[in-house]
């Protein structure tokens, strides 16, 4: 696996937002991640761009550093207006913020409650709360809420008075990711804009922003906050300032054993950005989907709240999830071999109400391991 050395100085410079945080500690195991440069991309550096592709193939997780460019430095800035806003919105009253659980309508969006949330086939239940937020008019943050491409939920007031802010956020989650799956387009031969026509701003998909709590943690426990999953969508760029996150390596080092969870160390300046299970379909397994999970953090760090704030990029509603033609990267398939094609919003729905408490578990948890998690 490439890897790149993330030194102390490095992690002393641009500390925006990180000051009033105690220490990640440096004795804890920590994945390699690639730290990439978004300016670099912006800049066709070839390079970076092979460097993008590698990660997207080895681990499906990598840094993205997004200073030192207008784009970077305009979302880095709504970041850590969000991260003030979703310290007012947790604290809202319990039953203020459960008016806007919508998932008896059928729909993720809105509010899903502390333990609310199945984290594996056991039914083991969630230790955080989360406001997933749609994009049509005023008050949710969908994509397609915030940019009225659906009638808008009911949303708290907090959220209401943010219109803007989300959808400044919104617009720059989604021009950097599709940034990258123009890259990636590149690198699987495909024809131009592929990736980037199934992942339209101004179409209704499963975008969506999510601003998420977990309260401090005990971390001598075992049970993890969320369990081992893979992602459902394309692309999810993550901001956190406090760590927890882990990913499971695809393979151990030689003679080491088998793999064990690593943290993800969160970087000033950077997103955290890991490929899901949709990519690992329209890549037929060229493109990795990992599993990961969410523990308590660690150190001194596992004391206080955990804060994130997500973007999930997600194909177009009526895309068909399925390997892509076009391009002499991704195998064809097998002669008799038969392949799902469901549809993104089927998809979405199915994976994400079934890890709701009463929801189907087993369609929950069915991601896209056996393609992306090859060996």
Known sequence: ??????????????????????????????????????????????????????????????????????????????????????????NLDVEEKQKYDFSGEKSYFGYKGYGKAIIDKEGTLDRNEFYNVSFAAPPNVSKDDILALSPPLPAPAILAHNHALFASYIHSAHSILTHLLTHLDQHLHLPPHTLPSLHRLTAPSGDQVRLLKAPPQ?????????????????????????????????????????????????????????????????????????????????GEQAAVPKYSVVYFARPDDEVLLRRLGGGDVIPLLAEGEVEEAVRSKEWVLRRALGRRIGGNVEEGWSGTERVGQKE
């Open 1 to 90: 696996m490439l890897t790149e050395t993330i030194t102390a100085p490095a992690l002393l410079t641009g500390l925006r937002g990180f000051s009033n945080i105690p220490p990640f500690p440096n004795d804890v195991p920590c994945a390699p991640l690639l730290k990439l440069s978004f300016k670099k991309l912006l800049d066709g550096d070839v390079e970076e761009s092979k460097r993008l592709f590698e990660a997207s193939k080895q681990l499906g997780f990598f840094y993205l550093d997004l200073r030192d460019s207008h784009e970077g430095d305009s979302i880095l800035d709504d970041v850590d207006r969000l991260f003030k806003v979703g310290e007012q919105l947790f």
């Open 218 to 298: 005990d971390p001598s426990t075992a049970q993890p906050a969320l369990g081992a999953h893979t992602d459902f969508g394309s692309l999810t760029l993550l901001f956190n300032r406090v760590g927890g996150l882990q990913v499971l390596p695809p393979t151990a080092s030689p003679g080491q054993g088998p793999p064990e969870w690593l943290y993800v160390r969160p970087l000033p300046g950077c997103a955290i950005v890991n490929l899901g299970d949709a990519m690992a379909k329209f890549s037929a397994g060229v493109l990795r989907s990992n599993v990961h999970r969410v523990v308590a953090p660690p």
